[in-house]
């Protein structure tokens, strides 16, 4: 924009003036054009290597997956076993100490 104002400059004195602001959005639009075309060049290449680095070590990938899977469902089974027991040990200490029934 500021490029584009500063070459509207030169045929100020003709145009009264209105030329500054048009070449200021010509210039912009020159530079958001510039911009999306360099961002989607950089991303479409980031996206490529990224989704070939992937592609080649796809097999580890799903392995470390398969183990990190496994690992959570036993913390999970773990977790649940734990806390079933202590709801056991409470229960049974609530009875007992009321001289309640289990029902």
Known sequence: GAIGAAIGAVP???TFGLSI???AMVGSGCGVVAGAALGGTAG???G???GYGAYTKREAIGGTVAQTMTKVDECA???KEAAS????CVRARLVGGTGGTAD
């Open 44 to 46: 479409l290449v980031g």
């Open 48 to 50: 490529g290597a990224t």
């Open 85 to 88: 027991s202590s709801a056991s």
């Open 77 to 79: 089974r773990y977790a």
């Open 12 to 14: 100020a004195v003709f």
């Open 21 to 23: 602001p048009i070449f």
